[in-house]
């Protein structure tokens, strides 16, 4: 019997020092766009990718997925992150987040102000950055605001009060808006930089 529990004891401590070790523990779980789940220790999740390893191991070499790539991210304590188009959501895309998701690109307009407002800043401050770099950072500063701000409820011109009452609908709805007023007003800062330096040159060469 003494034999019988040596041989046991000996095979537990082989389990414990040789297994365990190659065991995976890991913290961190990413879902990726073409359903392949990594079970992952996250090192940084930078602006465009996370940066993980498959070990836990600070030598062990690192990987980095973009965005792009990425639905879902769930840390170990318990924080998830949604992602569509490579940014990230305020919710998990359900089928009225979803629905809301594609409303906004029907019927919601940014507001013409925040438009003309961004061109004319980029236009003034890019002509006159010519001259003073420093105004440069001024001009970009009014679209970069403008565009970063969350559209004001009054102006999503939403379809149905009844749908925005539901909270997934009414993020879908706000997530796809705000990205439509960041790319529609840094695009009238682009033109109005390009007509500010087309002024410049015009009137100095």
């Known amino acids: ?11 537990i401590v082989i389990w414990v020092v040789f297994l365990l070790p190659t065991t995976s523990f890991s913290q961190d779980i990413i879902w990726k766009e073409d359903g392949e ?6 090192h940084k999740m930078r602006f465009a990718r996370v940066v993980y390893r498959l070990e836990d191991d600070k030598k062990a070499p690192k990987f980095r997925l973009r965005y792009q790539d990425i639905s879902k991210v769930e840390r170990v304590d318990g924080t998830i992150h949604y ?22 690109d029907f019927h919601y307009k940014v507001h013409p102000l925040a438009q003309t407002v961004s061109l004319l800043s980029m236009g003034v ?11 440069f950072v001024i ?5 970069f605001s403008i565009g970063s701000s969350l559209p004001k409820d009054h102006n999503l011109r939403y379809p149905d009060i ?12 706000r997530d796809r808006a705000s990205r439509i007023k960041e790319r ?7 033109v109005g930089f390009g007509i500010g330096a087309i002024v410049f040159l ?3 060469l």
């Not at 401050?125 to 105004?135: D, G, I, N, T, V």
């Open 1 to 11: 019997m003494y034999k019988l529990k040596s041989v046991y004891f000996k095979i």
């Open 37 to 42: 789940v990594l079970d992952v220790f996250i």
């Open 83 to 104: 992602y569509m188009e490579g940014r990230e959501i305020s919710m998990e895309p359900t089928e009225l987040f979803m629905l809301g998701w594609t409303d906004a």
């Open 125 to 135: 401050f890019s002509y006159a950055s010519l001259a003073y770099s420093s105004l």
């Open 139 to 143: 001009g970009y500063n009014t679209p």
């Open 162 to 173: 009844n749908l925005f009452a539901d909270e997934a609908y009414a993020a879908g709805y």
């Open 184 to 190: 529609r007003v840094n695009t009238m800062g682009g």
């Open 202 to 204: 015009a009137l100095t």
